[in-house]
Structures are given as structure tokens and as C-alpha cells.
């Protein structure tokens, strides 16, 4: 199996994101792939070109809007080329909100911007992932870096 690496970039305010990277992250690896994960205060958006496969998690911050924090590197973002990596995003949510996740949305819209291609649809969770909502976590994970390996292959 080739191996490629996966870089996972997240903005977690009460950990309900973080949670989240660290499971897709276990997931990845269960895939065959290598994940690095970053909180995205440590990141820059250049990093996303040196990695095979990229997942972007944000929690969603007031009426859907992105974090502070991805403010940044969001901008940043417009100086990348991505010609068509995999790419996915998730976060957590709270759909007291009128829009529910709606940075993950953002965050979406920007990787197709820049020419990444969507290889999962966005995984949403409300507020802190349960059990089962971890293991979907793990699996969207593995069936990410399952579909960098075809994608590799192919």
C-alpha cells in the first residue's frame, strides 16, 4: 500500500474539535496514512502544500462565522495552489445557532477555491462528540486515507 500523509489542522475552543482531530487522526492511521495534526495557531496555510491529503476542523464561532484564530490562516489560504489534493473539513456545532456549522462551510468553500478536491462530505457534530460520534469520527478518518491510497493508486 503507498503511504501518504495526511496533515489535520483544527481550531478547538473547548476541546469538542480537538476531540475531534485526535479521532479522525486514529482513524488515518487504521487508513494506512500518516497524519500530522496541528492546532492551526501553529500552522501556516504553504504547510497544506506539502502534504497528500488535508483536513481542516473549526469549531463555529457566533452566527457562522470562523474562529479568530482562522482568521489568519484563512487569508493565508489565498496564496496556495492545491490542484486537486483530497481535502475534507469538520467541526462541532450548536444548532441553538441560526447557522449550524457554518465554518466548517467556510472553510469547504475555500479549500474548492484554491483547487483541492472534496473527497468526503463535511462532518458536523453538535457540541462534544459522544461515543458513537467518536467512532464516526475514526471512520471518517479511515475512509479518508482509504480514498488517498485509490487515489494514489489511480
Known sequence: MIM??????????TGNTEEMAEAIAKGVRAGGAEPVVKSVMDASAIDLEQYSGILLGAYTWGDGELPDEYLDFYEEMDEVSLGGRPAAVF????SSYPVFGGAVDLLQAKLVERGASVALEALKIELSPSAQEQQECIEYGRQFALRLAMDAVS
Not at 4 to 13: G, K, P
Open 91 to 94: 467541526g462541532s456545532g450548536d
Open 4 to 13: 501518504a500523509d495526511v496533515i489535520i489542522i483544527y481550531a478547538s475552543m
